[in-house]
């Protein structure tokens, strides 16, 4: 089967630096995906990594180790409005040639003054 | 661009009942998904579409159907509506993997059902 592990709460004051990690087990990785959901909101892309090392995207970096099975995200100088969940997600190969996204169940950050 | 759009936002049921959810998107994406949101749960897929009439079974499908008539829309049916169906629902789309190779889901706003 397929799991995905993230921490379930980060707590972090503005302009700190903040990393979320994400382990996952999948077969057929195609690649790790991060959104961003704000209470009440819908989920946004903010990165994908299909490849080994870093991303990055203004404030946010996303990072992939394929040997270990592990990513993670990181956001710099924090604002507050970045207190939201945020979801790995694996996009892997299932049967009849289809991919797909697995979600893992969210990190909630709380950005503090 | 309106983007993903999904019909209505808010509905409650009672137990047994049936309804149809709606999903639009106008960005001539080949796949869509239904997806549920549970605290504490993430996202799990209900069903999915590759195409126009095309469907195919995600992780949670039992007591969902799903048709995919036009390419643009994607509806999700409860036959039978149960208290464990109460959760937040997205509506999603993408590209096709295979022809281009950006892996973004374009979410819609949700749909909050409660079944009682």
Redesign the interface.
Known sequence: GQSLEQPSEVTAVEGAIVQINCTYQTSGFYGLSWYQQHDGGAPTFLSYNALDGLEETGRFSSFLSRSDSYGYLLLQELQMKDSASYFCAVRALFSGGYNKLIFGAGTRLAVHP | NAGVTQTPKFRVLKTGQSMTLLCAQDMNHEYM?W?RQDP??????IH?S?GEGTT?K??VPDGYNVSRLKKQNFLLGLESAAPSQTSVY?CASSYS?WTDGR????????TRLTVL
């Open positions: 998904y997806y504490g749960m993430g996202l799990r897929l999915y590759v195919a995600g992780e997205f993997p892996p973004e889901q374009f979410f819609g706003p949700g």
